[in-house]
């Protein structure tokens, strides 16, 4: 049964309206096609319908991280979900897991990699800009996943403080500069990861990646493209997203021979 603070996805059946929503009782929410109290879904459970105050349904779906992502609020650039869930699976992040990443940002990530850590492991991130943490917290605060975090403000050039950890995320102009920095946090036999939005950034990742000895070196470019739903005329959208970032990966190992 859903209660106060729980996190709902609002899907409508008559324009297709989408709203994710932190209840709150004694809130509101206004849609073009009427106003939903959140007393009126708190009590109920997902699979079920709430109406507006004009009779329009809404159904009460479970949330997900893809719709999460989507509303973010952001200041900076952020990491979307397509590349959110290649990272999950090539990072190797589950429930455990202890993971560094930097930079903050706008929290996306964080948020990603907090859910999937589970309540048993950690993540540690780090933005040399306190306005940019602040915001992360909050916006891992609607998730309900902030208590995973530990939200650092430091310029990693000063390195990591974290040994061991099983993975490493960077999102940062100049990842290369910290490959060094990023081998001594890491475990041995563990991956790397890094978003650069320029293929001159890949070019300059792979040189000091070589440099600092990481191996199963990976680049990869996501492409997502939706369909229409109408079943008797299937074919794509007409726009997709063409460009966000490419995605690096790397292992660690102790040395090289
Ligand atoms: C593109 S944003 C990260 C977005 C984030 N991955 C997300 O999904 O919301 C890059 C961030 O890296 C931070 N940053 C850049 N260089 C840094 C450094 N050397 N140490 C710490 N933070 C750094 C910036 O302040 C900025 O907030």
Redesign the pocket.
């Known amino acids: 049964m859903l209660k106060d603070k729980d996190i709902v996805f609002l899907w409508s059946p008559d324009k297709g309206d989408t709203f994710l929503l932190n209840l709150e009782k004694g809130s509101k929410i206004d849609t073009r096609l009427g106003v939903i109290q959140h007393d009126d879904i708190i009590g109920r459970s997902y699979g079920e319908e709430v109406r507006t105050h004009l009779g329009s349904i809404f159904y009460i779906l479970r949330p997900n991280m893809l719709e999460f992502s989507r509303r973010?609020k952001?200041k900076?650039?952020?990491?979307y979900p397509k590349e959110i869930g290649m990272i999950i699976v090539s990072l190797g992040i589950g429930p455990g897991s202890t993971v560094v990443?930097?930079?903050?940002?706008?929290?996306?990530?964080?948020a990603a990699l907090a859910h999937f850590v589970g309540d048993e492991g950690r993540v540690y991130t780090?933005?040399?800009?306190e306005e940019?943490s602040r915001l992360?917290r909050r916006n891992c605060e609607k998730w309900n996943v902030a208590h995973r975090v530990e939200f650092k403000v430091?310029?990693?050039?000063e390195g990591f403080d974290e040994r061991n950890v099983d993975a490493l995320f960077l999102?940062?102009?100049?990842p290369w500069d910290?490959l060094e920095r990023a081998k001594e946090a890491l475990a041995g036999g563990s991956r790397l990861g890094i978003?650069v939005p320029t293929t001159n950034q890949i070019e300059k990742t792979l040189e000091g990646l070589k440099k600092h000895e990481y191996v199963d070196v990976q680049v990869m470019e996501l492409l997502v493209r939706y369909y229409k739903i109408n079943a008797q005329r299937i074919r794509p959208e007409d726009m997709m997203i063409g460009h966000t970032g490419y995605l690096v990966f790397a292992s660690t190992v102790r040395s090289v021979t």
């Open positions: 973010i952001r900076t650039q952020i990491i990443e930097c930079g903050t940002g706008s929290g996306s990530l964080t780090y933005d040399k800009r940019f992360a430091k310029d990693i050039a999102d940062v102009p100049n910290y978003l």
